[in-house]
C-alpha cells in the first residue's frame, strides 16, 4: 500500500504560480511512476504530468506543457507539481497518482494504482 496526501492548492489569480506536493507513505516510493492528474465536476480525470521512477523522464499534456514542471525526490518521498503562468481552465482538483514502474507516462488513469484525496487550485480571472 502507499498512502499519498497532495497540498498546496488554493485561490491564485491569472497568470500567478502554484506549487502542489504530494508526499507519499507506505511501500518503496521508488518503485512507481508518479502522475498528475485533474478533474472539474462533470468531466473525467483528466491527465496532466507524469514522472519516472527515477526522474528521468517526465510527460506533459499539451495543455500545459512549458507552463508546469512535475518532480520527484525519492529521498524525501515528494512528488511536486510546479505551476505557472496559471489560467481559469487549470481550475480543478489536482490529483496526486502512484502507478506501476513499468507502466508508461502515457497510461490512462485505471493504470495507477494509488490516489490522494486532492488539492483544490483555483486561478481567478
Known amino acids: 500500500q502507499v498512502q499519498l496526501v497532495e497540498s498546496g492548492g488554493g485561490l491564485v489569480p491569472a497568470g500567478g504560480s502554484l506549487r502542489l506536493s504530494c508526499a507519499a507513505s507506505g511501500r518503496t516510493f521508488s518503485d512507481y511512476i508518479m502522475g498528475w492528474f485533474r478533474q472539474t465536476p462533470g468531466k473525467e480525470r483528466e491527465f496532466v504530468a507524469a514522472i519516472t521512477w527515477g526522474g528521468g523522464t517526465r510527460r506533459y499534456a499539451d495543455s500545459v506543457k512549458g507552463r508546469f514542471t512535475i518532480s520527484r525526490d525519492n529521498a524525501k518521498n515528494m512528488v511536486y507539481l510546479q505551476m505557472n503562468s496559471l489560467k481559469s481552465e487549470d481550475t480543478a482538483i489536482y490529483y496526486c497518482?502512484?502507478?506501476?514502474?513499468?507502466?508508461?507516462?502515457?497510461?490512462?488513469?485505471?493504470?495507477?494504482?494509488?490516489w490522494g484525496q486532492g488539492t483544490q487550485v483555483t486561478v481567478s480571472s
Open positions: 497518482a502512484a502507478g506501476p514502474k513499468w507502466a508508461a507516462l502515457s497510461s490512462p488513469p485505471d493504470t495507477y494504482n494509488y
